[in-house]
């Protein structure tokens, strides 16, 4: 495209796929999702009309918005057989892994029925997802604090009928903080999408068999799960609690430095972004934001704050590349907003769900579709012959 890059025929030969949805280029720290900039869809935008956009590659009319707006937030109920299923994990279970599990089971509610070679089981599909993952979510929390379900409440926003659903109790009134409600929107459409990224693959190849999309979305959750990947955010805080000071920031930067040490900064580095991950600038901006509405201050952001500045200067980190990523700030808003770490991966699942589902709808749209199927370089053993168990050493 004009002025924006021209693909060499080395990256070419490693393209998994092609792609309309979002472009990344990494050198000079740009994300598009649609060709609209990130840092133009977090402040003028909304993540639902983010997941119009990504959906379909282009905003919605007013009609349109208003149609979209109301069928996600009134398909938010979840079966209440599903609801059942959670009493099947232990209290302490992460809610990732009760993710994994309940999204998982949505294949067996929506199997019979669906037609994944029909484009409209497949938009209704991507709806349904939109739509329940916040629940589902809400609920996994509340399971593991011993806390009743809260059902969803329609005349609110979609990421206000998740706070309530998070944080409301049955026994007293609950009211849906502005500050909290726009900074959850905002950190929803900062995770929306970002092109190939592991767990996107992992849907992509998943559904690329036919497999039903509600059990494909489950293994995009077991991906994301990774601490090198989505699972970043909660290692990043456990990371900044584990380093508790400013003081102790030059022995950990060391540790980080120290090839021999498994040991790595958490919400730093990216397997694309050779410079600022622009989603990181946004949040950077929007922690800040969230602590002074919130006139929090809370010292892990003053080591945050050194540990970025230390980084950005050393020259390991600048000799490699290694910049915040969208991870490095999340964290810290998501704590400033009382969620727990146990359920920022979640929150990324949440937001990345349009993502996956996007990916998958645009992957079946395209005619002729093909298995997935990577090939290798075979390194083993090649004409051995079987020796008798009493002759082998
Ligand atoms: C996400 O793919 C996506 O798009 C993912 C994501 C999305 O939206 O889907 O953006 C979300 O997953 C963001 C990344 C979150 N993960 C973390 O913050 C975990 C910490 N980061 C690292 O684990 C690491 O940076 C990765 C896994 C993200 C990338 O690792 P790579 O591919 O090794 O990165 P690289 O090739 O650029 O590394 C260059 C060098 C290597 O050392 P050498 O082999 O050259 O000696 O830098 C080192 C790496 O070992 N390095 C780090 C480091 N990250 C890379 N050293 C210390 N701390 C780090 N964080």
């Not at 019979?112 to 991507?126: F, G, K, M």
Request: hydrophobic share 40%; glycine share 8%; charged share 25%.
């Amino acid at each position: 495209k004009a002025g924006y890059f021209t693909y060499d025929p080395g990256f070419l030969a490693t393209a998994s796929c092609e792609s309309a949805i979002t472009f990344i280029d990494g050198d000079k720290g740009i994300l598009l999702h649609r060709g609209y900039g990130i840092e133009e869809l977090a402040e003028k935008s909304d993540y639902l009309e983010v997941c119009y956009l990504l959906l379909n590659g282009q905003f919605p009319d007013q009609e349109q918005s208003e149609k979209f707006h109301h069928v996600i937030l009134h398909h938010t109920m979840i079966h209440e057989q599903l609801a059942k299923l959670y009493q099947g994990f232990r209290r302490d279970s992460h809610p990732m892994a009760i993710m994994c599990g309940v999204v998982g089971a949505l294949s067996a509610f929506y199997h019979d029925s669906l037609d994944v070679t029909n484009e409209t089981h497949r938009e209704i599909t991507a709806y349904r997802l939109i739509s329940k993952m916040p629940t589902l979510a809400a609920m996994s929390y509340k399971y593991s604090n011993g806390q009743p379900f809260v059902y969803p409440d329609n005349s609110l926003s979609y990421a206000g009928n998740f706070l309530k659903m998070m944080f409301a109790v049955p026994c007293e009134e609950f009211k849906v903080n502005p500050v909290l409600e726009r900074a959850m929107d905002k950190i929803f459409i900062l995770h929306a999408d970002h092109e190939q990224n592991a767990s996107t693959s992992t849907v992509r190849l998943a559904g690329s068999s036919g497999a039903n999309p509600f059990a494909c979305i489950a293994a995009g959750i077991a991906s994301l799960w990774g601490p090198a990947h989505g699972g970043a955010n909660e290692a990043c805080l456990n990371m900044l609690e584990e380093i508790g000071s400013v003081e102790n920031i030059p022995e950990y930067i060391d540790k980080a430095k120290d090839k021999n040490d498994p040991f790595r900064l958490m919400g730093f580095g990216h397997r694309v972004y050779k410079n600022h991950d622009p989603r990181a600038t946004v949040m950077r901006k929007a922690c800040h934001e969230v602590l002074d509405d919130l006139n929090i201050n809370d010292p892990l952001l003053d080591v945050a704050m050194e540990l970025e500045r230390i980084a950005l200067e050393d020259p390991y980190f600048v000799e490699k590349k290694l910049y915040p990523n969208v991870d490095f700030y999340s964290g810290l808003v998501l704590r400033a907003m009382g969620i727990p770490k146990s359920m920022f991966t979640v929150i990324f699942a949440i937001s990345r769900t349009i993502g996956w589902i996007s990916h998958w709808k645009e992957m079946l749209d395209q005619p002729g579709l093909k298995i997935g199927r990577p090939r290798q370089l075979y390194t083993g053993e090649v004409g051995l012959k079987i020796d008798d168990v009493k002759n082998r050493s």
